[in-house]
């Protein structure tokens, strides 16, 4: 009788990293995953699947996340690359760059690194003309006021 139900909502995690677990290596996955444990090492999702990374109050994260929409509430020291969306809860503390496509963060939340907005059509892996044309822009300022 229960396996005839399907959970739909957006609770459901396939794969639980718990309080008492660390995870030391890269970890490629699909469908949900929640970590109220330690993952040292890069977490990958597959783009296409509408992946979910949730890292709880416990959850610790030392490397960097790939994946379509992210949840922290715990603790990030690596960058952050969410296509889709990514939520900042009330204790949420990253320190690296997050990159976002949109982004709801809740007062509390902190973030070490910078915020980067990548449009839905920006590439992943940066913008080919933003940095060159902040450090010019940074540099002509400089010149002038000399």
């Keep these: 009788m229960l396996s005839s139900k399907k959970n739909k909502s957006t609770d459901h995690y396939d794969t639980l990293i718990s309080t008492k677990s660390e995870f030391e290596g890269n970890l490629h ?3 949900g995953l929640h970590i109220d444990g330690c993952i040292k090492g890069n977490i990958i999702a597959d783009e296409q699947s509408g992946a979910v ?3 709880s109050e416990s959850g610790v994260v030392e490397g960097e996340i790939r994946a379509p929409n992210v949840i922290i509430n715990g603790r ?3 960058n952050v690359f969410a296509s889709g969306h990514i939520e900042l809860a009330k204790k ?3 320190t690296g760059d997050v990159n976002y496509t949109m982004m709801e963060m809740v007062m509390g939340a902190q973030v070490n690194g910078n915020l980067i907005h990548q449009g839905a059509e ?3 892996k940066g913008r080919k003309n933003a940095e060159p044309v902040l450090s010019e822009v940074a ?3 400089g010149s002038k006021a000399d």
């Design 29 to 31: 996955f699909s469908g």
């Design 53 to 55: 990374v949730r890292i």
């Design 76 to 78: 990030v020291v690596g």
């Design 92 to 94: 949420a503390m990253v």
């Design 122 to 124: 920006a590439p992943r």
């Design 139 to 141: 540099v002509g300022k």
